[in-house]
């Protein structure tokens, strides 16, 4: 296959489709790692959360035969494991990285040792009659040619994650509570002393963090694939920690991210037939995100030395005028 | 019996016994609901490692490596900088000492086996100089940016091993065995006679085991006798106490970084030279966080860390066995394993022990005592 091929298929609604699929599961996750981190705690426990989700959707889906109630019970089952980090980290005063790390790993072995229990089988689910979450097909745009194979017919989880990218913009940049939680990620302190419930908003980062990253789990169990394979997530939740910094902490900003990452995931299976060592393009997203971590914390150190520079200017005009 | 618990590391050791306790207290319960023989299963998990000679071997083996990560997590962590970068390190420092003991064309056996631990050690030096820079000076959050080169070192690991060090025509991913002649020799002398033949013949414990016990020592002096360590528990203690205090953070915490690095990065070589003996895929699988749970049980204490890394070594050894005979998986030991750092390190806990210890002892007190802060014994020496 030659370079011009590579191109053609990379310019093709198929491979359009392939990103939005790619991408899903890393979009979800990093939404829930955006707002734990602007509430200023880092939920390193993202990953464990997916997995969890993702494994009790599949049981519940295929023991009770109904979609919905295994979406309901992977969404509590991510609620439960945000609360245990959020007992831990906020009660108990654990460190919220080693608590994150011990959930990880508890998750990891946890469902593994419960599937064997439940189908003596540690690698997959697929003895498990589990179910899928509704394709759609939109309406107009299914017929158009381009438009429709590129973003027509995905699992109704691919559009909810654009839907809750700007739910999440709305609710922290124009509601009261989502002001709040900014405040307090920014400076505890600060917003302790003008009254704001600090423990209660980092309870709601945390359980809002839980919710995301079980949907990005469902997503991984009941819509991407329709079974669940041990450590199906991959890493996934790490990812959309970065994706956080790389989209500077911002909800738009962040869904892009996560859909470089996806397209540069898609691209390395492209590569393939290529001569060239799909390592070397999977690596690309990472060095990014370490290039747009630098990038980030200078100008975010330029910005408070010119606000520091202006506070200051502000502090002796006003001097002076009470000297006048 | 008062002035026993007194002593906060006395109080530290009841704490972290009474976790394990209870973690394996719980695997217990799980293993009665679940196994079919649940005592022969426990049995095995707990006694396994010591059941047969090469059992014992293997969890020798596998303390050392978890030794020489939880040291690397321990100093950086003392710092309360939370680098997670130790996989990356071992991943690396494996690659490196392993290509020089296959491609470098040095004569002397123990100098290419020294050369190979050497690189490793550099190199998980050099890879932790990078995300300690990007902390200490540009302010840039340590957990992303060393996943992020987590992510890069295994990315590189699996091309070289690809597309380089696999034998040409191989049909799998490995690379060729060392070559007998550069391999480390076992840690029994032969001048030992039988007890060498066995050691050699049924063990991989090699001179690692030296390695492993003089970075123990050198890693404790570096932090609690030289002034570089007291500056990095200054840090971990108050970060900001210690700038006004005079201590240049930047350079301690890029330092901080790059020492850890090296014990992380010789993790790799004792994986490449002293267990595998060759390069293999997937050479690691979260050993690097295996560190965190040794150095949290250790208390990040560089003296403690053999202690906690032969105990969870004991633990991990055990499951395999649990595994091999039993119907129980061994995952259920990565459950015990969160369960033990949860507790360990829930610095909420402290109180309540320390005030019943108290109470117990018939002083009124001992309300008093246990309301004042102990800094989950992070207390600087």
């Known amino acids: ?14 491979f359009v489709a392939s990103v939005l699929r790619i991408s899903t599961p890393i979009i979800l996750p990093a939404l829930g790692g955006l707002v734990s981190d602007l509430s200023g705690a880092i939920n390193i426990a993202l990953e464990g959360t997916m997995l969890v989700a993702a494994f009790t959707g599949v049981v519940v889906s295929a023991y009770t035969e109904s979609v919905l109630l295994g979406v309901i019970a992977g969404i509590l089952s991510g609620l439960l494991v945000a609360a245990i980090l959020g007992v831990f980290h906020l009660h108990l005063k654990t460190d919220i990285i080693l608590a ?30 589990s179910g899928s979450m509704p394709f759609i097909d939109i309406p107009l745009i299914k017929d158009i040619p381009f438009l429709g194979t590129a973003f027509s017919g995905h699992n109704i989880l691919v559009y909810v994650s654009f839907l809750l990218t700007w739910l999440l913009a709305v609710f922290l940049y124009r509601t009261r509570l989502g002001v709040h939680l900014r405040a307090v990620g920014e400076n505890a302190e600060a917003a302790a002393s003008v009254g704001i419930n600090v423990l209660l908003v980092r309870w709601i980062a945390l359980l809002m963090s839980g919710f995301f990253a079980s949907l990005g789990g469902l997503n991984m169990s009941m819509a991407y694939l329709t079974l669940f394979q041990r450590d199906m997530t991959a890493g996934r939740g790490f990812i959309a920690l970065a994706a956080v910094y790389l989209g500077g902490r ?26 060239v060592a799909p390592q070397l393009v999977q690596v690309i997203p990472y060095v990014a995100t370490i290039v747009a971590l630098v990038v980030y914390n200078i100008r975010q150190k330029a910005v408070a030395l010119e606000r520091m520079r202006s506070f200051q200017e502000h502090e002796l005009t006003a001097q002076q005028a009470v000297g006048d | ?67 020489f ?40 056996a123990f100098l290419r086996i020294t050369v190979a631990v050497l690189a490793a050690a550099a190199v998980g030096f050099i890879w932790g100089v990078i995300p300690g820079y990007l902390k200490a000076y540009l302010d840039a959050n340590e957990i992303v940016s060393t996943l992020m080169l987590n992510a890069i070192a295994l990315k590189m690991y699996d091309y070289f091993l690809t597309y380089h060090i696999k034998p040409e025509g191989a049909g799998y991913t490995a690379s060729d065995f060392l070559p007998k002649a550069y391999q480390v020799p076992s840690f029994m002398p032969k001048f030992a006679g039988n007890l060498y033949e066995m050691f050699s013949k049924q063990t991989n414990i090699t001179h690692f085991l ?72 997937n050479i690691s699988m979260g050993l690097g966080f295996e560190g965190i749970v040794v150095a949290t049980m250790a208390r990040n204490n560089p003296l403690f860390v053999p202690l906690s890394g032969l105990a969870y070594g004991y633990l991990r050894a055990g499951a395999d066995i649990m595994e091999r005979s039993s119907d129980m998986s061994r995952e259920m030991v990565l459950v015990v394993q969160a369960l033990i750092i949860l507790l360990v390190s829930a610095e909420g806990i402290l109180p309540v022990i320390q005030q019943r210890v108290n109470l117990n002892n018939g002083k009124g007190d001992g309300v008093g005592t246990a309301a004042v802060p102990e800094g989950g014994s992070d207390v600087i020496q």
């Not at chain 2, 680098?83 to 690396?92: P, R, T």
Request: aromatic fraction near 12%; include cysteine.
């Open chain 1, 1 to 14: 296959m030659s370079f011009n091929n590579i191109l053609q298929s990379i310019f093709s609604a198929l």
């Open chain 1, 100 to 129: 994150g790390i011990a959930i990880n790993i508890m998750a990891t072995g946890g469902t593994i040792f419960l599937l064997y229990v439940l189908t003596g089988d540690k690698g997959n689910s697929s003895s498990l009659a």
């Open chain 1, 250 to 275: 911002k909800p738009w900003g962040v869904l892009i991210a996560a859909i470089i990452f996806g397209a540069f995931d898609a691209l390395s299976n492209q590569l393939g037939s290529l001569d």
């Open chain 2, 1 to 67: 019996m008062r002035k026993i618990f007194a002593n906060a590391a006395v109080r530290e050791f009841i704490r972290i016994v009474l976790a394990v306790s209870i973690a394996l207290l719980l695997g217990l319960i799980v293993t009665l609901l679940v196994s079919e023989d649940p005592w022969g299963a426990y049995k095995a998990f707990l006694l396994g490692p010591l059941s047969k000679f090469n059992r014992f071997g293997d969890w020798i083996e596998e303390s050392i490596t978890l030794i």
């Open chain 2, 69 to 108: 990560v939880g040291l690397s997590v321990a100093i950086v962590f003392k710092a309360k900088q939370f680098s997670l970068a130790a996989e990356g390190q071992l991943i690396l420092g494996a690659l490196v000492s392993g290509s020089v003991i296959l491609f470098v064309p040095i004569e002397s």
């Open chain 2, 210 to 281: 030296y390695i492993m016990i003089a970075a123990c020592v050198i890693g404790w002096f570096l932090m609690y006798r030289t002034p570089f360590g007291y500056e990095l528990r200054m840090i971990g203690a108050n970060i900001k106490f210690a700038r006004y205090g005079g201590i240049n953070t930047k350079q301690v915490i890029v330092l901080a970084f790059a020492i850890s690095g090296i014990f992380a990065g010789l993790a790799g070589a004792h994986l490449a030279q002293g267990i595998h003996n060759k390069l293999i895929l």
